[in-house]
Nanobody, 128 residues
Framework: QVQLVESGGGLVRAGDSLRLSCAASARTLSRLGISWFRQAPGKEREFLAAISWSGTRTHYTDSAKGRFTISRDNVAKNSVYLQMNSLKPEDTAVYYC????????????????????WGQGAQVTVAS
């Protein structure tokens, strides 16, 4: 069983930066593809970014490209990060990390139902 715990959310102003962390309880992240999603009030959960187990491959949705950066530390901290820059009020949402078991080291999906594990979410509020 894998447990994911997000941290780093909070209240910021438009234009600020924030880094979210996702800590995994698994002994290793090497067989987990990790993605970040977000869900704004009244909206569906939205895929943002994914990263391979090695950290060498990433994929971003258009809304995240250019402002958000996903990274991971498999050795020291067993964590995945989402660096968010130039935040806008429309980025206000609950942010989730999600994990998908994979033998290839690279797995992601736009569909939340395809993921095996989820964190509890971290609230990010961007004030104008």
């Amino acid at each position: 069983q894998v447990q994911l715990v997000e941290s780093g959310g909070g209240l910021v102003r438009a234009g600020d930066s924030l880094r979210l962390s996702c800590a995994a309880s698994a002994r290793t992240l090497s067989r987990l593809g990790i993605s970040w999603f977000r869900q704004a009030p009244g909206k569906e959960r939205e895929f943002l970014a994914a990263i391979s187990w090695s950290g060498t491959r990433t994929h971003y949705t258009d809304s995240a490209k250019g402002r958000f950066t996903i990274s991971r530390d498999n050795v020291a901290k067993n964590s995945v990060y989402l660096q968010m820059n130039s935040l806008k009020p429309e980025d206000t949402a609950v942010y989730y990390c999600a994990a998908m078991e994979t033998e290839t080291g690279w797995a992601w999906s736009y569909h939340a139902a395809d993921y095996d594990y989820w964190g509890q979410g971290a609230q990010v509020t961007v004030a104008s």
